[in-house]
């Protein structure tokens, strides 16, 4: 039988809250079945007993040292920008350093940006960006020569070919994925740029669903799932204002 793993706060953020662990102490006991860890960024401090996956640079120009209980990390995300500007690379470099002097795990996820004025703030040139499914994405992935270093989906082929949720945080090869986001934490606070949740609560009133246990196709595993084929249509950056110039000129 294949391990069930939950991801705890998939669209918000721990923030290591006594009515947060009250409401984990309470799930462990509801579903034993699920291993549990947390999302969380390291603006709190880590306290508790349960396996920490944290984001290092969430405002992307700024690393920020976790505090409090470092063993709890199974693995550390980081946010990787093609092309980015110094502040940017400055950030990156001092995660990863960090990272890998104390023997952490570390989770490449590469940053995709909403908005044009997003990512000429954080890049320095635009040139490594293809316009795909609403986002811009890179196009290149860049990878390390290192073990500890892990990429989130490399291959966009969704949890099941990815697993490093499950393979970082219990050793577990095979595993289903599952997520749930808790009352207790609400809505993140945070501000971090181009921000996934913030843009999917705005087509549900403005909030996502709580306390409920689900999947997602990625999760599952969606076979037909391509980054970069939006319907049949691909964009470069420079395509992408010039298709924007031609359509703004029709107005």
């Known amino acids: 039988m294949q391990a069930k793993i939950l991801r705890v706060n998939t669209f ?9 662990f009250r409401q984990m102490d309470s799930l462990e006991k509801m579903y034993p079945q699920y291993k549990m860890f947390v999302n969380c960024n390291s603006y709190n401090e880590i306290t508790g007993k349960y396996p920490v996956v944290i984001t290092l640079n969430a405002p992307l120009d700024k690393f920020i040292k976790p505090r409090g209980d ?11 920008v093609a092309d980015p500007t110094a502040k940017v690379k400055r950030a990156f470099e001092d995660s990863l350093g960090w990272c890998l002097n104390n023997n952490i795990p570390v989770l490449i996820t590469y940053m995709r940006f909403r908005k044009i004025a997003t990512l000429k703030k954080y890049c320095s040139s635009k040139f490594n960006y293809i316009w795909a499914k609403n986002y811009f994405r890179q196009m290149k992935k860049k990878t390390w020569p290192n073990q500890l270093i892990n990429y989130c989906d490399l291959k966009e082929g969704g949890c099941p070919d990815c697993g490093n949720c499950a393979r ?25 740029p181009d921000c996934y949740v913030k843009t999917i609560s705005q087509w549900h009133g403005g909030t996502i669903a709580f306390d409920r246990i689900t999947q997602n196709s990625k999760q599952i595993g969606k076979k037909d799932l391509r980054l970069y084929k939006y319907g049949g249509r691909q964009l470069t950056f420079a395509k992408f204002v010039e298709f924007t110039k031609k359509k703004n000129e029709k107005v």
């Open 168 to 192: 970082l945080t219990f050793q577990e090869e095979k595993a289903e994925i599952y997520s749930i986001n808790l009352s207790s934490s609400g809505m993140c606070v945070y501000n971090c």
């Open 12 to 20: 918000t953020n721990f923030n290591f809250t006594t009515e947060e």
């Open 70 to 80: 470092i063993s709890l990390i199974k693995a550390a995300r980081i946010k990787y």
